[in-house]
Structures are given as C-alpha cells and as structure tokens.
C-alpha cells in the first residue's frame, strides 16, 4: 500500500478534529473542504501540524547531515505515520527506524522496504513472521539487535527453521550500566558479536548500535559526559569486531542518535577510524515536528555545542500544537480549557500556552501577556492558572504546545495539517 491508498481511506466525524457534519469522504480530499481552524470550522480540541515548519525542520536536517556525513533512518514510533515516513525517505533518510514488530508490519504495509528495528527481536511468532518476509520479499532490508549470547541463539535457531535464503542482518546493541537493554562492556558486547558471526549462514553480523537519549547527569555537562564516554565504548566495540574481521561484507554500520545528541553521535561516528569503512547512522525521531519545550531545550543547547548545527541556516521550529476552547472560567485565576490527557503529552512536561484567539474579534492568533500555566490535567481538561485580570473568556480559543511529541501523536488516529493561515491542506493518518 502507498500514501495513495491512505489517501483512499474514508473518514467522517467518528474521529477526533473532523466535523460531524459532513459524510464520509477520502482523507485526500480533506484540503477540498476548505476548512480553517481560526474561522471556528473544526471541533476543539484539534492537533495541527504546521506545513511550513514540516517543510524547515526537514531542509535543516537535510543540511546537517550533508555537512557532517552521517545519514539518518528517524525513529518512526514518534509519528506511526506511513505519509510522514515517505517524507522523511523523500528527504533523503536511509530508513526508518521502528521499536516493535507491529510497528514493522504497519511500515511494511505501506511499503517501507528498510527498516532498522531498533530493538532485541524475541517471541516465536515475531520471529518467524519477520524471517517469512525476508523470505518474501527480497528487496526488504532488515537490522535488528541482538545483547546476549541466549538471544543470538534463538535467532539462529528460528532462521534455520525458517531458512530465509539470507542471514538475518544484526546490530550488536550497546548499553549503559542501570538503563535498558545493551551489552555493558566491549568484552560482552564482542562476545555477543562472537556467537553472531559463528551463526553464520544464518546470522550476519552487520554494525555496533546504542541509544544515548537516556544519559543521566547532575548537570548538561554531566550527562555530555557520560554520552561522550558510551560513544566511545561503542567506537571501542567496532573497532575490536574489525579486529577480528567479524562485520559481513559491506560497511560496519555505527548507529545512535537520538534527539537530544544527534550532534554529538555525528561528530563521534564521522570520526571513528575502525580499521575499515563505516556507515554512521543517526536516529531523530522528533527533529521533523519538534516541540515547545524538551527538544526545544535539547535544540539549544545542540547550537551551543556544535559549530556545524549554528552554520545550518533556519533551524528547527515546533510544528505540532494542540488548540482547545476555554469552557469555563470559575475562578479570577483560573480557566478551564476542553482538553486533557487524552489528547495531549503529559508523562514529560505539562503542554504550555502557546497563544490565544477569540472568534470575531483577532485577525490572527495573539501572544499571551503574561503566559498563563497548564498546572493539572483530567482525561478531557485542562486547568489553566492566570492572572485576574486575563482577558481570555469562555469560547476563547487557546492553542499549547507540547513536550515528547511521540506521547501526542499515538493520541491522535488522525492530524490536520494547515497553512500559516490555519487553514487545513490535507491529513496524516497515525497507526498506533
């Protein structure tokens, strides 16, 4: 299946942010309607992705992985949207990355043909039916992770059940002491990477992989440190399965890179010397949308860090905001708004007030002066903090911005996308 056969799929006012009003009608012909936000036309709450900001935020990732070298396979579980995955290959991605097999199968059924599954692939059913389309399709280029002797085992066994007609590509995972899954020493990890070269035919060893994302540390510095030191073991890594010539034919891949050291990852893995060629592989899932405080932080300080990230022009801007309309205003302080944690991240930072809009009277959307506080949420609302003397009243629109966009879009089956003007273009469908 492709986006044209997304675009086919029909939709009515059974999904959150599509008028009732309407009969059903094909996603594609959404930007037909000739709906806009600001004229009141769609039922609140509503999630937006600004077109303009898609646009930015992906022209600035393309020209940073030019000037650095690297190539990117995003993280895909951020959005689960196959339109957006075709962007980002557009763009130039090498792959998308996914977490789980039922990931896997909705990239598969709409034609991703390489996918990095950025995880140990366990379970007897998963298994085979990974192995099966690999048997399937010969074009389909699969990476998963192995960090155990055990786990390299069961692999093997399953492909030689299976017997696929080619190995099963693996990533030696790396890992940090107290977090998740990955080898805690280049000893372990050489070990594992050991038993997948002896399971040839049926096993190829193909890269050293790591997630840095969740470094812990008193301060910035702290946690640079600490991703600084798990880039070098993963190097370290690399470079003892070179040694032993372990990695099958081709370049050794080296992939991190999540969204809040992306730099870091480049500038480590384009200068990693293995003792033969390299592939480096970022991760970002979030850099296409961004948000309003996580990885807007995480952004700021990568311009702090990296001369290349400041000599990239445009930067990358939030393009997800979440619009909802003021229900009641109880209290001199206080305001409720109609959404809650249904439609919103909450499991990093509370969405913040982005701007404000009152039908009929703003021409466009207005700052807030001071910025109100989302301080609570419920499944459906949002208690926002003021002052007393807030104009903002019942019926008023107010738009937030959210931190972890993945824990946005896995709320939202489908997500507007509209002009500076607020006016709707077209739809991505998310399939969590």
């Keep these: 299946m492709s986006d044209a056969q997304i675009d086919n799929l029909m939709i009515d006012g059974t999904f959150k942010g599509i008028p009732g009003v309407h009969a059903p009608f094909p996603l594609g012909g959404i930007g037909r309607m000739g709906w ?5 036309d769609l039922p609140l709450p509503v999630a937006l992705l600004k077109q303009s900001a898609l646009e930015q935020n ?12 690297v190539r990117i396979a995003p993280h895909g579980k ?6 957006l995955f075709h962007r980002q290959l557009h763009d130039g991605a090498w792959a998308i990355t996914l977490a789980t097999v039922p990931q896997v199968q909705v990239a598969r059924r709409y034609g991703i043909s390489r996918i990095l599954m950025a995880n140990e692939l366990v379970g007897q059913a998963e298994t085979a039916w990974v192995l099966k389309e690999i048997a399937r399709d010969p074009n389909f280029d699969f990476y998963c992770l192995a960090d155990s002797e055990s786990g390299v085992a069961l ?4 492909a030689r059940s299976v017997a696929p007609g080619r190995p099963l590509q693996i990533l030696v995972e790396c890992g940090m002491a107290g977090c998740r899954a990955g080898c805690r020493s280049a000893d372990n990890a050489l070990a594992v990477a050991r038993a997948v070269t002896a399971a040839s035919p049926w096993l190829a060893l193909r890269g050293v992989e790591g997630f840095e994302g969740i470094a812990a540390g008193a301060t910035s510095a702290d946690k640079e440190q600490t991703v600084r030191e798990f880039l070098d073991l993963m190097v370290e890594t690399a470079r003892r399965c070179s040694a032993e010539r372990l990695f ?29 060629e390299t592939m480096a592989v970022l ?3 979030c850099y296409l949308t961004q948000d309003s405080v996580q990885y807007e932080k995480a952004f700021r300080r990568i311009l702090e860090r990296s001369a290349t990230a400041r000599a990239v022009s445009g930067g990358l801007r939030n393009a997800l905001e979440l619009w909802a309309y003021v229900q009641s205003r109880p209290e001199p302080t206080r305001a409720i708004l109609g959404f809650g944690k249904r439609d919103a991240s909450y499991d990093d930072t509370l969405p913040q007030p982005l701007a404000w809009f009152r039908p009929g009277a703003h021409s466009q959307p207005e700052p807030f002066q001071p910025r109100p506080k989302v301080v609570t949420l419920n499944d459906q609302h949002a ?12 019926g008023d629109m107010v738009a937030v911005g959210i931190s972890h966009p ?18 709707v273009i077209s739809a991505v469908r998310t399939f969590f």
Aim: charged share 15%; aromatic share 10%; hydrophobic share 45%.
């Design 383 to 394: 208690y926002l903090d003021m002052a007393p003397d807030s104009p903002l009243a019942v």
């Design 283 to 285: 991760r970002s899932g």
């Design 406 to 423: 993945c824990t946005t879009f896995d709320k939202w089956p489908i997500l507007l996308v509209v002009n500076d003007e607020y006016t």
């Design 248 to 276: 099958a034919p081709g370049a050794a891949i080296l992939t991190a890179g999540g969204s809040a050291f992306f730099d870091l990852v480049a500038e480590r893995f384009r200068n990693a010397d293995i003792g033969q």
């Design 36 to 40: 806009n936000m600001l004229k009141a």
């Design 78 to 83: 951020t959005t689960m949207s196959p339109q």
């Design 58 to 69: 992906g022209a600035w990732m393309r020209a940073f992985l030019q000037a650095t070298g």
């Design 155 to 158: 692999l093997a066994h399953a």
